[in-house]
């Protein structure tokens, strides 16, 4: 069975300072990651994704992910947070499980940035 | 415009009152699926149908049932909804799993 893990379910980071969403995951075959953002009283949007390929991953609003397999990582990072990155995080597992294809999603962290 | 839609987005409802959220979508996925989001939870998938005719039971499946008669629609059904249920959900659908979600409004529901 997959699963998801988000370490941290609330980070806070001042403006301009390094922004690190931890995801680990556990999955029986190789598989499709994925990083959501959820801003207040809206629905999902995708940031990023990885399927095969290059492992470090860039997305929109200059986020980016690192796929390690050995460490079953893909944490989201950002060089330098502005205001507007406040919102919730989900990182997200596909693959198939029993001949069905099959998404978990870890708990979300909400991303505070101090002005 | 492509997109994912749901409705009602707000419902405030009676226990054992039946209910059904309609979601469709315009891009021709064959990928659908269900998720509640609970505070501390995340999201959490109920159902999830990989054609017509194919559904599945995600994780939280109790109490709700569903239907994939059109490629577009994929309703969810509360036969009996009881206050557990009270929460906010979204309806997303996809090309396949290795493909992104796209994702619905949200229809938050109150059970009293």
């Known amino acids: 069975a997959q699963s998801v893990t988000q370490l941290g379910s609330h980070v806070s980071v001042s403006e301009g300072a390094l922004v690190l969403l931890r995801c680990n995951y556990s999955?029986?075959?190789?598989?499709?990651l994925f990083w959501y953002v959820q801003y207040p009283n809206q629905g999902l949007q995708l940031l990023l994704k990885y399927t095969t390929g290059a492992t470090l991953v860039k997305g929109i609003n200059g986020f980016e992910a690192e796929f390690k397999k050995s460490e079953t990582s893909f944490h989201l990072t950002k060089p330098s947070a502005h205001m507007s990155d406040a919102a919730e995080y989900f990182c997200?597992?596909?693959?198939?499980?029993?001949?069905?294809?099959?998404?978990?999603f870890g708990i979300g962290t909400k991303l505070q940035v101090i002005p | 415009e492509a997109q994912v839609t749901q409705n009602p987005r707000y419902l405030i409802t009676v226990t054992g009152k039946k209910l059904t959220v309609t979601c469709s979508q315009n891009m021709n996925h064959e990928y659908m699926s269900w998720y509640r989001q609970d505070p501390g939870l995340g999201l959490r998938q109920i159902y999830y149908?990989?054609?017509?005719?194919?559904?599945d039971k995600g994780d939280v499946p109790e109490g709700y049932k569903v239907s994939r008669k059109e490629k577009r629609n994929f309703p969810l059904i509360l036969e009996s909804p009881s206050p557990n249920q009270t929460s906010l959900y979204f309806c997303?659908?996809?090309?396949?799993?290795?493909?992104?979600?796209?994702f619905g409004p949200g229809t938050r529901l109150t059970v009293t």
């Open positions: 999955s029986s075959v190789p598989p499709y």
């Open positions: 997303a659908s996809s090309p396949g799993h290795s493909y992104e979600q796209y």
């Open positions: 149908s990989m054609n017509v005719e194919v559904t």
């Open positions: 997200a597992v596909s693959d198939w499980s029993g001949g069905y294809q099959k998404v978990t």
